[in-house]
């Protein structure tokens, strides 16, 4: 590991050291920051791009986006960015098997480079070299737990029993796949009656999504509730049951609260999403790269992995109540945001010309603060109305103790839960589980 922390030393005098050691440019310099994603057909993807160009915007940077869509893109793409002067590069879901590849190069020129959705059981930033600094994925496990436990919780007060499942994918963000699996194991611990069917994979998007739906219908189509791994596959598994004439909208949950989700939710015809402040989670990384890039701020080992804090959407009252019938109306992670207002002052801003979403992104940069006179403010002015805005280091949570506990957890993870097929009955889930190891953390709390 690299930069491990030493017993006893200062963490902050570390940290002005390696900021300094590494860092590429000067204060008010006007660099380029790269980003490159594997799509752009997802609303989630959308938003964190267009986050990104805000934020260099207001950062007073230069911006250059790029889509790659096989492992060569991904390494062409970014030389091609570092020959055009970026000082940091931001990758959206980067194909798993180059990223060793990537990080090699940028620490050949000094070039940062952050991850959305990049980890896997053995793949961490700061294992290869100083320059990866940063992978930025939410804790999908939580993401999962508590708007299914709503779900679990609404059929089992309307005498349903079946759910549709459809997983994410195998080969793309393989991380948030597993978690999100673990979750709805830990969610169906609360509700063993309910049979989980399908586990079809909807590879992320809308498309994807429909055929998953389409290839469980040839099974069975008695369905009469739907979970999908995010709002993408989940409103293209939806359409596709509609289509076939099993209209369970009202019975419906996934996450990452995307505008076209959140209009269906307030038309009645979704259940509940959860969101991680899409714009929020792609901008912050801007100013955060900006401060390793001048020497302000870097990260130490434990700080390297980072998750966005989570916020549950649906109709107004209505998740109140489930909360309080299933019993978790008092968990600590359970937050409800205000989806008009969200889907009004944030998420409609995707389909603007010039969007411009409600964020001062220059207000999570130290350095940028410094610079210009201003009062740093975690949210990024947005304050915590429509959203926690808010992120957090996954590996100092109460349940994991330290960042070893936490990569074997991780580890374990995406070896027991990548694949969900093993399971339509929780006698059989449980039956799975007696292999899980101990560094396996069921627990759905993360505090």
């Keep these: 590991m ?11 005098k570390q940290r002005r050291e390696l900021a300094q050691k590494y860092k590429n440019a000067e204060p008010g310099e006007h660099f380029l920051i790269g980003h490159i994603t594997f799509h752009l057909s997802q609303e989630y993807a959308m938003m964190v791009y267009q986050a990104i160009e805000q934020a260099c915007e207001q950062l007073g940077l230069r911006f250059k986006g790029a889509l790659a869509e096989s492992d060569a893109a991904w390494i062409e793409q970014t030389q091609s960015m570092i020959a055009a002067g970026a000082k940091a590069i931001i990758y959206n879901c980067p194909s798993v098997s180059v990223i060793p590849k990537l990080a090699q190069i940028c620490n050949e020129n000094k070039v940062f480079m952050a991850t959305y959705f990049g980890v896997t059981g053995d793949v961490f930033p700061g294992d290869f070299g100083p320059y990866w600094v940063i992978d930025n994925t939410p804790l999908s496990d939580e993401q999962t737990f508590l708007p299914l436990v709503l779900l679990f919780q609404k059929m089992k007060d309307n005498g349903k029993t079946k759910l549709l499942h459809i997983q994410a994918s ?12 673990l979750g709805v194991f830990q969610a169906w611990k609360m509700f063993p009656e309910m049979q989980v069917l399908g586990h079809q994979f909807g590879e992320w998007n809308y498309e994807e999504g429909r055929k998953a739906a389409e290839a ?18 989940t409103m293209g598994a939806l359409r596709a049951l509609e289509d076939r004439g099993l209209r369970i909208g009202p019975f419906t949950a996934s996450r990452d609260m995307e505008m076209t989700t959140a209009q269906e939710i307030l038309s009645g015809n979704f259940l509940v999403t959860a969101g991680f402040a899409i714009p929020y989670f ?7 790269l900006y401060d390793m890039c001048v020497g302000e701020w870097y990260p130490m080992p434990d700080e390297m992995l980072q998750s966005g804090t989570i916020d549950l959407y649906g109709r107004p009252g209505e998740l109140e109540k489930l909360a309080k019938e299933a019993g978790i109306d008092k ?7 205000p989806t008009q207002d969200n889907l009004e002052k944030i998420l409609k801003q995707m389909k603007s010309k010039d969007p411009k979403y409600p964020y001062d992104f220059r207000l999570l940069s130290l350095a940028k603060c410094k610079e210009l006179g201003l009062k740093y403010d975690r949210h990024a002015g947005a304050g915590t109305e429509l959203g926690s805005h808010d992120y957090f280091y996954p590996a100092k949570l109460k349940k994991f103790g330290s960042l070893e506990a936490y990569k074997k ?4 993870v995406i070896k027991y839960f990548l694949d969900f097929s093993w399971a339509d009955t929780w006698q059989q889930a449980e039956q799975y589980a007696k292999r899980f190891p101990s560094e396996l953390k069921l627990d759905p709390v993360w505090q």
Aim: glycine fraction near 14%; avoid cysteine; proline fraction near 3%.
């Design 409 to 412: 957890h991780i580890a374990a």
């Design 170 to 181: 195998k080969t793309n963000a393989t991380i948030s796949t597993a978690l999100i699996n």
């Design 282 to 288: 792609g901008g912050r990384l801007v100013p955060m």
């Design 216 to 233: 469980a219908l040839a099974v069975r189509q008695d369905y009469q509730g739907l979970w999908g791994a995010n709002d993408s596959v």
């Design 2 to 12: 690299f930069g491990g922390v030493v017993a006893g030393q200062d963490v902050e």
């Design 331 to 337: 968990h600590p992670n359970l937050k409800i945001g």
